[in-house]
């Protein structure tokens, strides 16, 4: 594929926009808009913001799905890479328009939210694991200028919104089940009494994994009361849970074994044993996650604003064991393999909104302050005794590590009737320390401070009723995490050398509407200095360095028609060129960020019988080659297409509901690598993606 340009890709979009922008202003009457919180915090017209968003509805989250990755979902979103490693130790890898495509484990560069509460730690880092997906009502994907709002790490925002309690209470079973040992039983229940409504949900998944030494159990639950204890106020508990006992890690294999076989693991050199274990069975590679979090938010309504309060707080357990050997673990200054963290985090977000009528439009600010803080008890051991591995050792780390951010904000928006203008500005604080116990190897005992301020500009022109343009440029900050200081480029301790990554974003795009059919379009370039790459990883392990100046540009497409006769199409393609801008140590100018493919594209052609007592739908997903280091040295992730097929049956009876559904993945058996390890220094990046693979579902619902 050549270059983008984006001259080019400007015209193509007018191409095909200008016959549907014809149609628009004298046919058919506008479809109704999704109601979005992001990128104003309240409620607004996707169709009226000035920022690339996507919805995704309970229906799209619920119906054929397991309802265990967010990735099942977020494929039908542009501009988002969702990377599912078949590896439940290490969570998925989310990326937005390329920012978190480095992240070894669970999701950086993207934040994540719940229900208004952080999802994602102070320091950036997050789990989409904590996300619970059978009871979402709606996960809202922003991207682009407008996510600079939302402060450090937002290169773009995943918001999950859980389903509200509302009339007579409902009970709920549902079992699955599907290819390599896969089985979930979900039980919820929810509804509304005496001013209070509730949701309740607990699940169990287990799977004897696609790859070699890939077995997990997840066990999750969730808990949400809603009330409105004085006249225009809210009030909103929530509770959430996740369990997983030594999740096994299959880790990554070279080209040649994914080639031999693609559920292999890599074999272990040196290993004595006749016939060789493979790396993640001698050292059993593996990772034990206990994670609980809560939160409240008030919101009171006035006759000129609003009052939003909300805290949050929880605490997160992690055991790690990782696949280093004797010999590397030898040198006084490493680590050990084997990570023990207890974290207790907690944070509060208050803001204050305020709305009048001003020079024949309404101008809407907000104003607020967000803090988080997290606390990490961090120690670390060998993972052998004498010649056993996979055991825990002599202890070789032991540090408390914090993590603190302040982050003061404002936005302001004017609409009228046909211009609507927005500024805003945060001025993001994280400051990290760390108090080194452990002296035996030195002390590492330190502190860091990174500050930035990122103003965000944005405005929107509404051509017609039914065709909005508009554009925004904001500024990006990207600290790095607690994960990826921890470890310096020679494995000694805490690399406090690291720099922010600092952005420059612009878009440019257009909603446009005609009767049943939806487009979003837009164009986007980024600048980034100081980008955060992966210096070395291996076996678990990862530390990074800084880069030069990186160019992200790009292009994205969204499109949702009803065709008639119960027929509806979506489609949703991303075109991303993202390179190294200035050569540094044996990387090349102009070379390919590695994790990020330069096109993807879902397509989905769906069909409802009359009543939805049916449905069925054919998926498409294509994406392009993946190089997996910043050289593009070594063979990349081949790009791949594969077809999916799903079916929904549902009927009632009496105060009964039932519902089933079947899944066919992958329905021409293609072997595709589904994930890379980006940087591995033993070039182990590929992680296979399943062959053909099956799931079947059903559940049943009592209303009382």
């Known amino acids: 594929m050549h270059p983008i340009r984006l001259n080019a890709m400007a015209a193509i979009l007018a191409g095909l926009f200008t016959p549907m922008l014809a149609q628009a202003t004298t046919e058919g009457i506008p479809i109704s808009d999704v109601v979005v919180i992001s990128g104003s915090r309240s409620e607004h017209s996707s169709f009226d913001l000035p920022a690339a968003v996507d919805v995704l509805d309970a229906q799209r989250i619920r119906d054929g799905q397991v309802r265990v990755n967010a990735s099942e979902a977020l494929a039908a979103v542009p501009g988002v890479v969702v990377q599912n490693r078949q590896n439940y130790a290490q969570d998925l890898q989310i990326s937005s328009r390329g920012f978190g495509a480095r992240s070894a484990f669970g999701v950086r560069g993207v934040r994540l939210v719940t229900d208004g509460i952080p999802a994602s730690m102070p320091d950036g880092q997050g789990q989409a694991a904590t996300f619970n997906l059978d009871m979402a009502d709606r996960i809202e994907v922003l991207r682009g200028p407008y996510s600079a709002i939302y402060g450090n790490h937002a290169g773009g925002v995943i918001q999950l919104f859980t389903r509200d309690g509302e009339g007579a209470p409902t009970v709920e079973a549902s079992f699955a089940a599907g290819s390599d040992g896969l089985r979930k039983t979900d039980m919820n229940a929810q509804g509304s009494a005496a001013g209070i409504s509730f949701v309740l949900d607990a699940s169990r998944f287990d799977t004897d994994g696609y790859r070699d030494h890939s077995a997990a159990r997840r066990d999750q639950a969730m808990a949400k009361l809603t009330m409105q204890p004085l006249p225009g106020a809210r009030l909103v508990l929530v509770a959430n849970g996740l369990r997983q006992k030594d999740t096994q890690?299959?880790?990554?294999?070279?080209?040649?074994?994914?080639?031999?076989?693609?559920?292999?693991?890599?074999?272990?050199?040196?290993?004595?044993?006749?016939?060789?274990?493979?790396?993640?069975?001698?050292?059993?590679?593996?990772?034990?996650?206990?994670?609980?979090?809560?939160?409240?938010?008030?919101?009171?309504?006035?006759?000129s604003g609003r009052l939003h309060v909300s805290v949050w707080g929880?605490?997160?357990?992690?055991?790690?064991?990782?696949?280093?050997?004797?010999?590397?673990?030898?040198?006084?200054?490493?680590?050990?393999?084997?990570?023990?963290?207890?974290?207790?985090f907690y944070g509060a977000d208050i803001n204050w909104q305020d709305m009048r009528e001003i020079a024949d439009g309404r101008l809407t600010t907000t104003v607020g302050v967000e803090y988080g803080r997290s606390s990490d008890d961090r120690k670390g051991y060998e993972n052998f005794i004498g010649t056993t591995f996979g055991v825990q050792g002599k202890l070789r780390r032991d540090e408390q590590d914090v993590v603190s951010s302040t982050d003061p904000y404002l936005q302001t928006e004017w609409q009228g009737e046909r211009w609507q203008f927005t500024a805003g500005i945060r001025h993001s604080q994280m400051r990290v320390s760390v108090d080194d116990r452990f002296l035996s190897n030195g002390n590492d005992s330190g502190d860091l401070r990174y500050s930035r301020?990122?103003?965000?500009?944005?405005?929107?022109?509404?051509?017609?009723?039914?065709?909005?343009?508009?554009?925004?440029?904001?500024?990006?900050?990207?600290?790095p995490t607690l994960n990826e200081l921890f470890y310096s480029g020679t494995g000694a301790g805490f690399n406090f050398q690291l720099r922010p990554a600092r952005s420059t974003h612009v878009e440019t795009g257009i909603k446009a509407r005609a009767g049943d059919t939806h487009v979003n379009a837009a164009l986007f370039q980024v600048r980034t200095r100081d980008e955060l790459v992966v210096d070395a990883s291996s076996g678990g392990r990862t530390s990074y360095r800084n880069a030069s100046e990186t160019l992200r540009q790009g292009a994205e497409l969204s499109l949702d028609s009803k065709l008639g006769t119960g027929f509806s199409a979506r489609v949703a393609a991303t075109l991303l060129k993202a390179t190294y801008e200035k050569a540094f140590g044996n990387v090349r100018e102009g070379a390919r960020l590695p994790?990020?493919?330069?096109?993807?594209?879902?397509?989905?052609?769906?069909?409802?019988?009359?009543?939805?007592?049916?449905?069925?739908?054919?998926?498409?997903?294509?994406?392009?080659?993946?190089?997996?280091?910043?050289?593009?040295?070594?063979?990349?992730?081949?790009?791949y297409s594969i077809l999916n097929v799903r079916l929904v049956a549902k009927q009632s009876w009496a105060g009964w509901r039932f519902s089933?559904?079947?899944?066919?993945?992958?329905?021409?058996?293609?072997?595709y690598i589904g994930s890379v390890i980006v940087g591995d220094s033993n070039k182990r990046y590929y992680e296979a993606a399943p062959g053909r693979n099956w799931v079947a579902g059903a559940s049943a619902q009592y209303q009382f």
Do not use: C, M
């Not at 929880?314 to 963290?341: E, L």
């Not at 990122?454 to 500024?475: D, F, I, Q, S, W």
């Not at 040295?633 to 790009?639: E, N, Q, S, T």
């Open 249 to 303: 890690d299959p880790l990554g294999v070279t080209w040649s074994t994914w080639q031999r076989d693609p559920r292999a693991g890599e074999i272990d050199a040196n290993d004595t044993q006749v016939p060789k274990r493979t790396l993640a069975e001698r050292y059993n590679t593996r990772k034990s996650i206990d994670h609980q979090q809560g939160g409240a938010s008030w919101d009171q309504r006035f006759e």
């Open 314 to 344: 929880g605490n997160r357990q992690v055991t790690q064991f990782q696949a280093f050997s004797k010999a590397f673990q030898a040198p006084a200054s490493h680590s050990g393999g084997v990570v023990d963290f207890d974290r207790n």
């Open 453 to 479: 301020s990122t103003p965000l500009l944005g405005v929107l022109y509404k051509l017609t009723p039914e065709v909005n343009l508009y554009a925004t440029a904001a500024r990006g900050f990207e600290a």
């Open 595 to 639: 994790g990020v493919p330069r096109a993807s594209l879902f397509a989905e052609l769906a069909w409802k019988s009359s009543g939805e007592r049916f449905t069925a739908a054919l998926e498409s997903l294509t994406a392009g080659r993946v190089y997996a280091e910043d050289a593009n040295a070594d063979v990349p992730a081949p790009g």
């Open 660 to 671: 089933e559904f079947g899944r066919l993945n992958n329905l021409a058996d293609r072997h």
